[in-house]
């Protein structure tokens, strides 16, 4: 490993570690080495290492490449994007930029260069250059845009990556960046699973006139998501934002399967109680995780009943499990049934999720505008159940009108992708029941947000939960409906996501 350069890989990688969590010893030799990492790759992996090449052409040096080379801004480089990938399972192992001056190449070296299928050591070692590898860094990567797809890894998570030159006579002959997933080269078991997250559209029945109560329609979101990573352990360790909340529910599915422990970061999370339902992703996610470490063969119903989720409303739950719009059926009411009062999924622990009686495919032509503005979180807790205690039953003729906005409109709306139904049913259900309710508790600018939201070209438009997230419907260009979104919460801040539905439910990957 070279010393002529300031940056000192072996001072970096602890604090890499302090980041991202241990780094595997295949791990370290990939960020710290200063020979072929293709023979590394073919070391490790025991397989020959190919090379994809993305993209190569001559470019001129903007100032950051001509510093990193030493060379004048505006000099002809040599910019190359490459895959190398096992050539027996065509994974993606690492992720390569180069940048080489145009003017320090042989005509033999160029020749080879600008060949699709030769890594640069067997380049180097072809023409016989005796050169040296620097490294100038080494980093996490959180954001990194598309590659996470290059290498079919969830978008969040985290990347290891290297910046090092090569030198040949005292000038730099090449710059090269090199990257790959944390989660990749680890020399332990891990299970990362990354959920889905959801609109909560109203509670169906809190007058229990009929013998059944709650009931629930919701939609399943590709984003935001919570992504978590889990390895065993001997005991519990928990990372990250929320991280007593994963704790709490781990602690719960270790009681009710008899696990052992194990090392949980939380990678990703979105705000919980903004009515997204971040309480019960986080929760299943992390008893998903546990109980695929451990081989343990329970559903994404016997985990929600572990960690005392799905009491009230299933939509979370299956979401979860496998996406989409979805209505569930409620629970059985009255003495000796599932519920005797009126609660939130919160206060029913021991309560099963309920039966889902549709779950269908949510037009993937329709976008989502999801608005949340930073006001008060929504009712929670102590002030959820009071508020539950304070107004059911509700009407039971606004139940029946509610009913028939779901059934009669609602779900043939989806089916038949009738956006202007849907919308419209959105729209009514908001006047309805509990989720009437909701509406009227909450801070004035909900209001005009549903308002202004539809004003500027949204189908439908309404609070998911208790908010104080608003989602809008829409299939058409959202630029106006977004802007309408800021415009009403300028005087408080937030934050306005477009996104989409998700048809599947939470993935989980083993690495």
Not at 482 to 492: L, R
Request: glycine share 8%; hydrophobic share 40%; charged share 25%.
């Amino acid at each position: 490993m070279s010393r002529s350069s300031a940056f000192r890989i072996e001072k970096a990688i602890p604090e890499i570690e302090k980041e991202v969590g241990r780094l595997s010893p295949a791990q370290k030799i990939l960020l710290g080495t200063d020979g072929s990492v293709t023979c590394l790759l073919e070391v490790i992996t025991g397989s020959p290492v190919e090379i994809e090449t993305l993209a190569q052409k001559i470019v001129s040096a903007d100032r950051s490449v001509a510093c990193k080379l030493d060379i004048e801004e505006g000099d002809d480089v040599n910019y190359r994007e490459v895959k190398l990938k096992n050539s027996v399972t065509e994974e993606t192992l690492i992720h390569a930029i180069s940048y080489t001056p145009i003017k320090r190449l042989e005509p033999r070296f160029k020749e080879d260069l600008t060949r699709a299928d030769i890594p640069i050591g067997l380049i180097l070692k072809k023409h016989r250059i005796e050169s040296r590898r620097d490294i100038t860094s080494a980093q996490v990567l959180k954001e990194s845009g598309a590659l996470h797809e290059m290498f079919n890894v969830f978008s969040k998570e985290p990347m290891l990556s290297r910046n090092y030159k090569i030198i040949r006579g005292g000038h730099p002959l090449m710059a090269i960046t090199e990257t790959f997933p944390y989660n990749n080269f680890q020399d332990r078991h891990r299970v990362i699973v990354e959920t889905p997250s959801r609109i909560h559209m109203t509670l169906t029945d809190l007058s229990g006139k009929c013998g059944r109560v709650d009931g629930g329609v919701g939609l399943t979101l590709d984003e935001p998501n919570i992504m978590i990573e889990a390895e065993r352990s001997e005991d519990l360790e928990v990372k990250g934002e929320n991280a007593d909340r994963a704790e709490l529910a781990a602690k719960m599915v270790m009681d009710q399967f008899n696990l052992c422990g194990a090392k949980i970061a939380v990678r990703s999370c979105y705000k919980l109680h903004v009515g997204l339902g971040g309480g019960t992703q986080l929760a299943v996610a992390v008893g998903k995780a546990l109980c695929e470490l451990y081989d343990t063969p329970a559903t994404v119903r016997d985990i929600a009943i572990a960690v005392s989720r799905g009491g009230t409303s299933g939509v979370g739950v299956a979401a979860f499990e496998s996406g989409g719009f979805i209505v569930d059926g409620g629970h059985t009411f009255g003495p000796g049934k599932d519920k005797i009062d009126f609660r939130p999924s919160s206060a029913s622990s021991g309560v099963a999720p309920p039966p889902v009686i549709m779950q269908h495919p949510f037009p993937e032509s329709w976008k989502v505008i999801l608005a949340t503005p930073n006001i008060d979180k929504g009712a929670y807790g102590k002030r959820e159940l009071d508020i539950f205690g304070k107004y059911c039953p509700v009407p039971v003729s606004e139940v029946h009108e509610l009913c028939h906005q779901i059934m009669a409109r609602m779900m043939p709306s989806i089916i038949e992708e009738d956006l202007d139904s849907f919308g419209k049913a959105v729209n009514r259900v908001q006047e309805l029941g509990f989720k009437n309710v909701e509406v009227r508790l909450q801070h004035p600018l909900i209001r005009d947000l549903m308002t202004g939201l539809k004003d500027a070209g949204a189908a439908g438009a309404g609070l998911s939960s208790f908010g104080p997230a608003v989602y809008a419907i829409a299939d058409t260009e959202t630029r106006d409906i977004e802007s309408m979104a800021h415009e009403i919460m300028k005087d408080v801040g937030g934050e306005v996501l477009i996104t989409k539905a998700r048809n599947s439910g939470a993935k989980v990957r083993m690495a």
